[in-house]
């Protein structure tokens, strides 16, 4: 049991007189007239503390806002529009260069003398071959290394390649060009060959003239 601290002593005894405790009661004994001026004396008491007013608690005060000042913007210039371009004609094209006609080469005698119908100083000039492309004609040479039928074959064979290499209007301005062409081709073949490499050299060449069609 927990120890009384006096609280049941302002409450009347339910038993009152009956009560059989006797000084042991923890409950309030006093005569009715005692209590009811207890009571008004406790009443009063309350009355008192709730007239008492309030202390109210200070209120902060709220300083107003600093206004921030906010610096002069410049005023926006407007940008004027641009001017408007004149529009203007496409102009021509300019005309086109007039080929300039490329003269023919001169024919070069050096390579003549290998030949029986191109060489002019010979006993088988064929005065055809100025005007027209000819195939040339090998002079035969004793002591030759390859057979003349072979390297004849040969000037022949580059002849052709030359012409089909060759335009209308350059064998036109200068027919003797392939003829020429093949006399010079086949006299390097044969000159930096022997009996033995003569046939592989041409055929390289020959390979040469092929891939520039």
């Known amino acids: ?22 000084s042991l ?33 200070p209120t902060a005060v709220t300083q107003p806002a600093q206004m921030v ?16 371009v004149p529009s203007m004609a496409p102009s021509p094209p300019p005309p086109a260069p007039t ?32 005007q027209q492309a000819v195939v040339p004609q090998l002079k035969a040479a004793v002591g030759e290394r390859v057979g003349y039928a072979r390297r004849q ?10 012409m089909q290499l060759m335009d209308a209007a350059t064998v036109a301005a200068a027919p003797w060009v392939a003829a020429e062409q093949a006399i010079l081709d086949e006299a ?12 592989s050299k041409l055929l390289a060449r020959m390979r040469e003239l092929k891939k520039q069609q």
Not at 188 to 199: M, P
Request: aromatic share 8%; glycine share 6%; charged share 20%.
């Open 1 to 22: 049991m927990f120890p009384s601290v006096g609280l049941f002593a302002k409450i009347e005894c339910p038993f009152r007189d009956k009560c059989g405790r006797g």
């Open 25 to 57: 009661c923890l409950f309030d004994h006093r005569p009715p007239a005692a209590n009811a001026n207890a009571k008004r004396t406790a009443a009063v008491s309350v009355r008192q503390v709730a007239a008492v007013p309030a202390v109210r608690k």
């Open 69 to 84: 000042s906010t610096p002069p913007t410049a005023p926006i210039r407007s940008t004027p529009p641009p001017a408007p």
């Open 99 to 130: 080929p300039t006609p490329t003269p023919a080469p001169a024919p070069s005698a050096d390579w003549r003398h290998l030949t029986i119908n191109y060489d002019a100083s010979g006993p088988g000039y064929d005065a055809r071959t100025e």
């Open 153 to 162: 074959r040969s000037v022949e064979m580059l002849f052709e390649h030359y």
């Open 188 to 199: 390097a073949v044969y000159n930096g060959s022997g009996a033995g490499t003569y046939h």
